[in-house]
């Protein structure tokens, strides 16, 4: 199983990012995969995830209206667009397989990716 996140880089507050995760044909075909993010002194945790099976998405209630988790089948890639971004998201955000898509918390996650870095600042 293999995960690359990228994206990840300097934002001034209200702008955009969007972060991708290119995953081995293994984990896009038979895994859910989900965002999760650590911030500094902070636990990780899930930001968005989304089915292996189909479309479905899951957002966290606290992750729920600014960021936008989708799929590209042809490239086997997760991709994390982000908007209105504020100094409080920045962390280093990690793409994951879980084995649930509904179930988007670390305890959850079956193989992690390296993370990127996501800083916010004006």
């Known amino acids: 199983v293999q995960l690359q996140a990228s994206g990840g880089g300097l934002v001034q507050p209200g702008g955009s990012l969007r972060l991708s995760c290119a995953a081995s044909?293994?984990?896009?075909?038979?895994?859910?995969i989900g965002w999760f993010r650590q911030a500094p002194g902070k636990e990780r945790e899930g930001v968005a995830c989304?089915?292996?099976?189909?479309?479905?998405?899951y957002y966290p209630n606290s992750m729920k209206g600014r960021f936008a988790i989708s799929k590209d089948n042809a490239n086997n890639t997760v991709y994390l667009q982000m908007n209105s971004l504020k100094p409080e998201d920045t962390a280093v955000y990690y793409c994951?397989?879980?084995?649930?898509?509904?179930?988007?918390?670390?305890?959850?996650?079956?193989?992690w990716g390296q993370g990127t870095q996501v800083t916010v600042s004006s």
């Open positions: 994951a397989t879980v084995n649930r898509y509904y179930y988007c918390k670390p305890s959850s996650v079956y193989y």
């Open positions: 044909k293994f984990a896009y075909d038979y895994y859910a």
């Open positions: 989304i089915s292996g099976s189909d479309d479905s998405t």
